[in-house]
């Protein structure tokens, strides 16, 4: 009986570095402020690695960085650009405006262009003239300022959602009124987190618990933020960006 | 390159207050190419059953006349129309007939069964494509859109919609999912089915 | 080695015939009644029933497939008419079901008349002639529509040999039947003197005294107008005896059975 395996094609192993670690970010901007939010599930495969791991970061008091895709990329890609803001903070004694922030995590992507970060970057906040801003990354560095994106793992589920009820596309306004450009902080947090609660409906790596990040322009009051439950205020300097964080749970299953 | 992509094109049912609502693009393509605008994937089974067959084009043709011979044969036989529950029944076994050689497509049906007091009860169900049955009681989605379709479904499905906001529900659903498919779109139409008829309309959508 | 018990039923007798054949033939002689018209505007089939009695449950819904013992819908183009032996009749009328939708699978269109009725009699011949099986008992009558040929009116018998009618009768009493159509029939005829010559002719060959719903069964092939497409319509009693009342035909309480004292 001849041996049955050596009639088999040649096979091969080797170590996959990467791994995915699930997972749903989303950023939206608005006129004067930008939302930031990320659930806090990390799994691999069928197995849940912890139902808290943040994936949403403060930068500086105007940028927030959610990233998603390999957990171990994505958290020391944030120590390197926080490591990077330092740098720039000590040599021009100022935080780094939004867009600068943007252009560089291009260069970081780009530098690691054949071995990359498998990682997808959102960076939310406000830019130097004030205006929400959201900035969105495909792990090379390829780069675009959007009102609104959603990552990782629902990307799929959340992105059309987002598609009718932010650019309202497929919608035609009543006559003589049209649709607004920008939709204010309460209605945004309610369309964050019941995009959430839909995408832990429907995918199995999306649930355990959400966080939201909310930057809000220079001189912006605290209209729409008004007794929303469990707030919390992670503002450092006193330049005028503040950034607060508001945690709510998700489905456990 | 999988056979279930070969073709592209979407299917969705939802269920409403004693109204069914399915929809589907109306894109035919070979891989990215288009071909037609204009391929039906959703017929008539009875007066009040349609059933959708997004997948492999050749197997929607055929799979829609094979239901057709057996429909037909069942009606004259029972001398009554089928029952939405039976005809999913007839889709699963068809499928299941073919087990180590499917057909490629996973048919979705929504139909209105009647009750004994004369009412009516939505029934929606989807299948694989071979023919593992999902009785729903929210929405079902099939097609190379499907996971788009779930996202927004479940955001935007409320239960006990009247047929006109079921209709404006179902038809957001669809087209905003497939503008974010690529093997999707090209026009959609959409059944509305009620205990006294059945409304479809062509919608305006992106033809890109 | 069973010799005696080895010699086919379908053999020639030594005068060249087949007997099996005429004895089905016998059986259908005692069969209830079917009779055919074909009109410029449709097809008219009547039969009589033999199985009647007040213990008969008859509360089936019925006008989809036909719910009698003689009349059945075969497709939506054609209806179909049996004389002889019930269980026979039921398979071929499922084997003709069956080759309709064969035929609509593949081709995408309604099978033609007389497709059908071929498709019928080649089985019904092959019964004839191999298997040591003996014939089916059964006359059938094809009322149809096709774009081709329009209205037609088939009639196949036990050996599997047919032939196109303008108006026809098997089953008992056929002799009569026919005489009367060939001298009442008249070309270019519409449905509804086709609906009249056909009560007339029943009335005058059944062995009941009075048309009744009980012991008669009614199908019309027409056009759709609008649609122009075949539209068969089998009877319900209903409809029956409200056709009889409308062709002065229907029982008066004269004629009503003695009431048990």
Redesign the interface.
């Known amino acids: 009986m001849p041996d049955m395996t050596s009639l088999a094609h040649p096979q091969q192993r080797s170590f996959n570095p990467y791994s995915e670690n699930g997972g749903t970010i989303l950023a939206i901007a608005g006129a004067d402020f930008s939302v930031i939010a990320g659930d806090t599930r990390q799994s691999e495969g069928y197995s849940i690695q912890t139902r808290y791991a943040p994936k949403v970061f403060r930068l500086t008091d105007r940028a927030v960085l959610a990233v998603n895709g390999f957990a171990a990329d994505g958290n020391m890609f944030v120590k390197k650009v926080k490591q990077r803001l330092e740098w720039y903070r000590h040599a021009h004694s100022k935080d780094m405006p939004l867009r600068a922030i943007a252009r560089l995590i291009q260069t970081m992507l780009y530098a690691r262009r054949f071995f990359p970060y498998y990682v997808y970057n959102i960076l939310g906040g406000i830019e130097e003239d004030g205006t929400g801003a959201v900035y969105s990354f495909d792990p090379v560095g390829s780069y675009e300022r959007e009102a609104c994106r959603a990552a990782g793992a ?1 990307q ?6 987002l ?3 932010i650019y309202f ?3 035609t306004p009543a006559l003589g009124t049209s649709h607004p450009a920008h939709l204010p902080l309460p209605t945004v947090l309610s369309i964050v987190i ?2 959430f609660t ?2 832990t ?2 995918h199995i790596e999306v649930g355990d618990g959400l966080e939201m990040y909310v930057v809000l322009a220079k001189g912006r009051n605290l209209q729409g933020l008004e007794g929303v439950r469990g707030m919390q205020e992670l503002t450092v300097t006193d330049d005028g960006e503040r950034v607060f964080v508001v945690r709510r749970d998700l489905k456990k299953d | 390159m999988s056979i279930m992509e070969y073709n592209g094109g979407s299917v969705i049912a939802m269920v409403g207050k004693d109204c069914v609502a399915i929809a589907s693009d109306l894109r035919l393509g070979n891989q990215a190419l288009s071909i037609s605008s204009n391929f039906q994937k959703v017929f008539p089974v009875t007066d009040r059953i349609y059933v959708g067959l997004p997948g492999l084009g050749t197997d929607v043709t055929t799979l829609r006349e094979r239901f057709r011979y057996r429909i037909n044969m069942y009606t004259i036989k029972e001398e009554r129309e089928i029952e939405p529950e039976t005809f999913a029944h007839l889709v699963s076994s068809t499928l299941y007939e073919h087990r180590f050689g499917p057909y490629f497509i996973e048919p979705v049906i929504a139909g209105l069964s009647k009750t004994p007091s004369g009412g009516v009860k939505p029934l929606i169900a989807a299948a694989d494509l071979i023919g593992c049955l999902n009785f729903a009681k929210d929405f079902v989605v099939a097609g190379t859109a499907s996971t788009k379709l779930l996202g927004v479904a479940e955001g935007l499905w409320e239960p006990d919609l009247e047929p006109e906001d079921l209709f404006e529900t179902i038809s957001q659903t669809l087209l905003n999912s497939v503008d974010r498919d690529a093997f999707s779109g090209w026009g959609a139409v959409v059944h509305v089915i009620t205990k006294d008829s059945i409304i479809s309309r062509t919608l305006k959508g992106r033809m890109d | 080695m069973a010799r005696r018990y080895d010699s086919r039923t379908t053999i020639f007798s030594p005068e060249g015939r087949l007997y099996q054949i005429e004895y089905a033939m016998e059986a259908i002689s005692h069969a209830g009644t079917v009779l055919g018209v074909l009109a410029k505007d449709g097809v008219v089939l009547a039969a009589e029933k033999k199985v009647t009695g007040k213990l008969l449950d008859l509360s089936g819904e019925g006008g989809y497939g036909g719910s009698g013992e003689k009349i059945f819908l075969l497709n939506s183009n054609v209806i179909g008419g049996v004389a002889g032996l019930t269980s026979d009749a039921n398979s071929l009328v499922n084997y003709a079901r069956t080759a309709a939708q064969q035929h609509l699978l593949s081709y995408n269109e309604d099978i033609p008349v007389e497709l059908l009725a071929q498709r019928l009699c080649d089985m019904k011949q092959g019964y004839t002639q191999y298997g040591g099986l003996r014939p089916f008992g059964v006359s059938l009558l094809y009322a149809g529509y096709d774009p081709h040929y329009q209205f037609q009116l088939y009639h196949s018998d036990p050996s599997g040999n047919y032939s196109g009618w303008k108006a026809t009768c098997i089953g008992a009493n056929n002799g009569t039947a026919q005489s009367l159509l060939k001298q009442e029939y008249k070309d270019d005829i519409l449905v509804k003197d086709a609906i009249a010559l056909v009560l007339k002719v029943m009335s005058k060959t059944m062995d009941s005294t009075t048309l009744g719903s009980e012991k008669l069964e009614f199908a019309v092939l027409t056009l759709d107008e609008s649609t122009k497409q075949p539209k068969a319509k089998i009877y319900k009693p209903s409809e029956i005896d409200a056709l009889l009342r409308a062709e002065g035909l229907a029982k008066t309480d004269g004629d009503t059975e003695m009431k048990s004292a």
């Open positions: 629902a799929s589920l959340v992105q059309p959602f598609d009718n009820q596309k497929n919608q019941d995009s839909s995408a409906e429907r």
